[in-house]
Every structure is written in structure tokens, then in C-alpha cells.
């Protein structure tokens, strides 16, 4: 089993569409948790931490569930300037500590007008 | 002023030869990694360093040897170059406080292919 599963997609969604794309993690005892942004060609960004209560950053909202072990991400009244690859990771280093990041393969997001 | 920048960024060379990728960052932090994202695009850690000392170091044939002269470079040299190297190669930085590693910043990465 992959330490970190999303689906890869594509998702093609038309502008202003609201989207969700999900992810799962296989080790119980990882610490943190983030979605990284991955657009064609370039290197990865932070978009946004993830916490257990729940989060959310202008249109996006990203959600923990520790006990099912997934996370998801919720982009609202989507641009065309969201379209990208969207990377569910975690860090599994105890403590989360030096930053051992995981990364799952994405989710292609390609928003059309 | 790019934060984390890496040279080169395209390398085009033929199998068996030695290369080296280098990357240095002007954040300020203490702890740098490479990852390797191959043609599935899946993005893996293969080593970090936190000041200058190694601290991860995944399972990388020993042909690929990082070298951090100061907290600010890490570089990649890479022996016998094979077919299946060919990839990108990303240099991230971050910094660690009170234990806890804070934000990766990557850098633009070099497309390493090997004919």
C-alpha cells in the first residue's frame, strides 16, 4: 500500500465550479499534514498546513480526519488560474521534526472557461 | 533574488558520465533536501541535511553523493550516470525550530536526461 494515495485525475471542471479532491495516508503515527501546489513544469509551493479542526484560506478549505486517516482539499468558485497539480503530503517524522515530507502523486486540476 | 535557486537547469549527458548539481539558498535556513520526481511525476526525498550534517538519507544508490559545504549549498554529484536518472532534480530549504521543521521551499529543479 502507497504511504500516500490521491487520485490522479484529471479533474476538468468548468469556471466557478466547486471541487474536492481527496487523499489517504497509510502511517497512523504521521505528524503533520499540508497541500502542496504543482503547476506544469515547476516546483511544488505550500498551499496551505492542514489542522485537525479544519481549515480554510479564501476559497480553499483543507479537512483532517486522524481516525480514517484522509485529508481532503475544497477549492470553491473555481479560476482558471487554479488548474494545476495538487499534492497531498505528510510528514511522518516523529514529532515532525527535519522534515520528512511524503508525497502523494496529485491531483490534476484543469479548470476551463 | 531567487530564494532557492539550482544550476543548471537543463543537463543533458550520456550514461556512464559524472555530473554535479548544485543549489544554494539566501533564506536563512538551517536544513536543505533533494528529491528526485521521475516521468510519473512522483516527488521522493533521497537526502536532507540540517547544518551541514546528514540527517536523511533514503534508499539512493550510492552513486549519488550530496555535499554541503555550508548551510547555504547543497550539492549533488552523481557518478556513472544511468538510463533511469533521468528526472527532475529538486533542492528545497526549510527551517528548523525547537525541533520542527517549518516550510520546504523548493527551488526551480534541473531536468537531468541520460542518453
Known amino acids: 500500500r502507497k504511504e500516500v494515495e490521491q487520485d490522479p485525475g484529471p479533474f476538468n471542471v468548468p469556471e466557478g465550479a466547486t471541487v474536492a479532491f481527496n487523499c489517504t495516508y497509510s502511517?497512523?503515527?504521521?505528524?503533520?499534514f499540508f497541500w502542496y501546489r504543482q503547476d506544469c513544469r515547476k516546483e511544488p509551493k505550500l498551499l496551505m498546513s492542514?489542522?485537525?479542526s479544519g481549515n480554510e484560506d479564501g476559497r480553499f478549505t483543507a479537512q483532517l480526519n486522524r481516525a480514517s486517516q484522509y485529508i481532503s482539499l475544497l477549492i470553491r468558485d473555481s479560476k482558471l488560474s487554479d488548474s494545476a497539480t495538487y499534492l497531498c503530503?505528510?510528514?511522518?517524522?516523529?514529532?515532525?521534526?527535519?522534515?520528512?515530507?511524503?508525497f502523494g502523486k496529485g491531483t490534476k486540476l484543469s479548470v476551463k472557461p | 533574488d531567487t530564494a532557492v535557486s539550482q544550476t543548471p537547469k537543463y543537463l543533458v549527458t550520456q550514461m556512464g558520465n559524472d555530473k554535479s548539481i548544485k543549489c544554494e539558498q539566501n533564506l536563512g535556513h538551517d536544513t536543505m533536501y533533494w528529491y528526485k520526481q521521475d516521468s510519473k511525476k512522483f516527488l521522493k526525498i533521497m537526502f536532507s541535511y540540517n547544518n551541514k550534517e546528514l540527517i536523511i538519507n533514503e534508499t539512493v544508490p550510492n552513486r549519488f553523493s550530496p555535499k554541503s559545504p555550508d548551510k547555504a549549498h547543497l550539492n549533488l554529484h552523481i557518478n556513472s550516470l544511468e538510463l533511469g536518472d533521468s528526472a527532475v532534480y529538486f533542492c528545497?530549504?526549510?527551517?528548523?525550530?525547537?525541533?520542527?521543521?517549518?516550510?520546504?521551499?523548493f527551488g526551480p529543479g534541473t531536468r537531468l536526461l541520460v542518453l
Open positions: 503530503v505528510v510528514n511522518i517524522t516523529p514529532g515532525g521534526s527535519q522534515g520528512n515530507l511524503i
Open positions: 528545497a530549504s526549510s527551517q528548523t525550530t525547537r525541533g520542527n521543521s517549518e516550510t520546504q521551499y
Open positions: 492542514v489542522y485537525s
Open positions: 502511517n497512523s503515527a504521521s505528524q503533520s
